[in-house]
């Protein structure tokens, strides 16, 4: 790989990034506190893609499996999120626990547990014995994530429930050159920014992160050396299965739960993991915060105009965009 083949990433990143913001800067007409919400909004949304994205990228680079149910853990997430804190879940903790801001944390772990359990569930009992087959596993994520949308019908019926349980970090808010910005969105930003280190330093130093970066290039050499393979396998589509249900139970007070809400996390997703590379985790959180920024430079930009369809089409248009100069995406190599 030559010298401008490795900056050409490096440039086309600068490029978008720095393009969204003058744009962002130039639509705002100077206006600092509506130039820096746009921002922080941007970031906002890119951590929440990168949640759903994340997953799908490290369980695609080791395992080839597109997981086309992904969006649908986030949806669990968000149900069991919202069921726990506004409802107590099945042993009522609003009695046990009526604080609503010591609520939360549990909610929110319950979530990743719920994601955790449902994803191993399907890792072992089905996808196991389809890893030479990538049609038949695209055919299986999809009819899984059929399923649980029809399993969650039944349990919550298919009425949208909106976030009504109040907690501090949900309604403390900051000025930002007298705009105000919501405390809790800028904990997800944080929180975000934090787990993409987190994960780095999991896959670069330890050892369970070095197997599974040496399994993304060559599997069968790493079962060679006695390494349980499979076992990495599951850890890796658990990981990603509770990573994406951690998404939508930080969603949730914002987005709420509706049985469409993982349909468009999982679009946006791919388009991530497309957009940075298939398999490169850095090209994902590079992608996520692109994408999170263009959607929100998006709908600044779209407010006053007949174009309302403009943020939901921004991420497929940058995707195509940037295929156009690196087809492997920002970071992936061909495969």
Request: proline share 3%; aromatic share 10%.
């Amino acid at each position: 790989m030559n010298t401008a083949t490795r900056r050409l990433p490096i440039l086309i990143i600068i490029a978008i990034i720095g393009g969204l913001l003058l744009f962002s800067f130039f639509n705002a007409r100077g206006n600092l506190g509506n130039f820096g919400i746009t921002i922080l909004s941007g970031l906002f949304q890119g951590m929440l893609l990168f949640l759903v994205a994340s997953g799908l990228s490290i369980i695609f680079g080791l395992m080839d499996i597109l997981n086309l149910a992904q969006g649908t853990y986030f949806m669990i997430g968000a149900y069991v999120a919202y069921d726990i804190q506004h409802r107590g879940g099945l042993v009522d903790l609003t009695q046990l626990v009526p604080d609503p801001n010591l609520r939360f944390p549990l909610a929110v772990v319950a979530a990743i547990i719920v994601g955790a359990a449902l994803g191993a569930i399907l890792e072992r009992g089905l996808l196991r014995f389809l890893y030479a087959r990538p049609v038949f596993q695209l055919v299986l994520t999809f009819g899984v994530s059929l399923v649980l949308v029809e399993a969650i019908k039944f349990i919550w019926t298919t009425t949208p429930y909106s976030w009504t349980e109040v907690f501090v970090l949900r309604t403390a808010a900051f000025e930002l050159f007298g705009q105000a910005f919501s405390v809790y969105r800028l904990f997800i930003i944080g929180s975000g920014i934090l787990l993409i280190i987190a994960i780095a330093l999991l896959l670069r130093f330890s050892r369970i992160g070095i197997i599974i970066r040496a399994g993304v290039e060559d599997s069968a050499m790493v079962e060679a050396l006695g390494i349980n393979v499979r076992a990495v396998f599951t850890l890796v589509f658990t990981l990603g299965c509770a990573v994406a249900a951690l998404g939508g139970a930080v969603a949730a007070p914002f987005l709420g739960a509706a049985p469409s809400l993982g349909n468009a996390f999982l679009l946006q997703g791919i388009a991530v993991v497309v957009l940075g590379g298939m398999g490169s985790y850095e090209g994902t959180a590079v992608g996520s915060v692109m994408v999170g920024l263009a959607i929100a430079v998006a709908q600044d930009a779209a407010i006053g105009t007949s174009f309302t369809v403009l943020p939901s089409i921004t991420p497929m248009l940058l995707l195509v965009l940037v295929l156009l100069i690196r087809p492997s995406g920002l970071f992936g190599t061909a495969r």
